[in-house]
Structure formats: structure tokens, C-alpha cells
């Protein structure tokens, strides 16, 4: 049980172009969920936590503008990269939790390099 | 403001030896703290959650121990096999989100 999927696995873009990502937890409602980003060989860095119908919350640095993060219904979160630049490559991961708490169930993560 | 350490960041042993990793954090006011493994270009699977009132968890191979006053997690596997190698990743939770380390690389030599 518990599993999240992130799609797409992989994105290769020209400068310039915004990029989706999706986050779907297929078998729990998640009223929460999360967006990483991980440069290589670095830890995990929270962009954004995602509430189901609410705006989310971004940490410091984080442009809003730039990432923009949508969660419509409790099992699908989106991530969009707009106007993506080369420094915007990175591998993105998210994660749904069923509640306060309780541990973070990770999608495969997306890796995304702008050209 | 939370920080994870963990040490060492690369470790290699031969097959079957067993080994620990070390994770410290510097605020004690956690909530749980979590153990995660991941594969090259990969996401994260969850190996083991310590609740902050727990002193250790155990799944298989793996024991994890959280000593929250010294804030120091270890994380034991025992009798290590090539298909243990990846990166571990310990996570603290509490008044801040997730607050994740760089990570211990392993590789278990066959």
C-alpha cells in the first residue's frame, strides 16, 4: 500500500519551456503533499508542501512564480516549471503522507534537464 | 534551524560484513525520524520510522535506534548483500518540515 506515482520519470526540453509534473497517490487520499529537489550528490531540499484546495506553501528562495504547484483532488499534485532555464535541471521528487505524523511515501522522482 | 549530518558519506564493505550508519541531528524536538533508501536516479523508499517516544524499530536485516537527548540515529544492517548498495538517507521530522541529510553511499562488494 502507499504508493505514489510520478510522471513523467524523465524530461528533456529546450530553454524556454514550462514542464509539468504529476504526483498521484493511487491507492490513499493525501490531503498533503510534498515537492523536493536534489542537485547531485546533495540532499533532499523541500520546495513546496501541497494542500488538497488550498494554496501552497513554499519555502524561502522558492519562487511561486517560477514553481507553480496545484493539488485539485487528494490523490493528484502537480508541479509546473515555467519558462524553464538550464539551472532549472535538477531531479524533482515528491511525496503524499496520509496524515500528521505518519511517513512520506515517495514518487520515483523526475528527471529534468533543459538544454 | 534543523541540520542532518550523517557520516560517513561513502562506505564500502565486502558481502556479509556487518555495518552501521550514523545520523545526528542538531534539534532535539522531533517528532519521528525516518530511514530511507535510494537507488541511482531513483526516488526514495522507506526502510524505517522511529516515533520520537521509540528508542529503536527493527525489519528484516535492519535495526534503526534513535537517541533523541544526544541527537544521534544509527542505522544497522546485518550480514550485508551486494543488494543492499544505494544511498541511505536519514530524515528528521518536527516543527519544520522534513529535514533530510546528504546521505551515507554504500557499495557491498560481492
Known amino acids: 500500500g502507499a504508493v505514489v506515482s510520478q510522471h513523467p520519470s524523465r524530461v528533456i526540453c529546450k530553454s524556454g519551456t514550462s514542464v509539468k509534473i504529476e504526483c498521484r497517490s493511487l491507492d490513499f487520499q493525501a490531503t498533503t503533499m510534498f515537492w523536493y529537489r536534489q542537485f547531485p550528490k546533495q540532499s533532499l531540499m523541500l520546495m513546496a508542501t501541497s494542500n488538497e484546495g488550498s494554496k501552497a506553501t513554499y519555502e524561502q528562495g522558492v519562487e511561486k512564480d517560477k514553481f507553480l504547484i496545484n493539488h485539485a483532488s487528494l490523490t493528484l499534485s502537480t508541479l509546473t516549471v515555467t519558462s524553464a532555464h538550464p539551472e532549472d535541471s535538477s531531479f524533482y521528487i515528491c511525496s503524499a503522507s496520509l496524515g500528521p505524523n505518519q511517513p512520506q511515501h515517495f514518487g520515483d522522482g523526475t528527471r529534468l534537464s533543459i538544454l | 534551524k534543523q541540520e542532518v549530518t550523517q557520516i560517513p558519506a561513502a562506505l564500502s564493505v565486502p558481502e556479509g560484513e556487518n555495518l552501521v550508519l550514523n545520523c545526528s541531528f542538531t534539534?532535539?524536538?522531533?517528532?519521528?525520524l525516518q530511514w530511507f533508501r535510494q537507488d541511482p536516479g531513483k526516488g526514495l523508499t522507506s526502510l524505517l520510522l522511529i516515533q520520537s517516544s521509540q528508542r529503536e524499530q527493527t525489519s528484516g536485516r535492519l535495526n534503526a535506534s534513535l537517541d533523541k537527548s544526544s541527537g544521534r540515529s544509527t542505522l544497522y544492517i546485518a550480514a550485508s548483500q551486494p543488494g543492499d548498495s544505494a544511498t541511505y538517507l536519514c530524515?528528521?521530522?518536527?516543527?519544520?518540515?522534513?529535514?533530510f541529510g546528504k546521505g551515507t553511499r554504500l557499495s557491498v562488494i560481492a
Open positions: 530524515a528528521v521530522a518536527g516543527n519544520t518540515p522534513l529535514v
Open positions: 534539534d532535539s524536538a522531533i517528532y519521528n
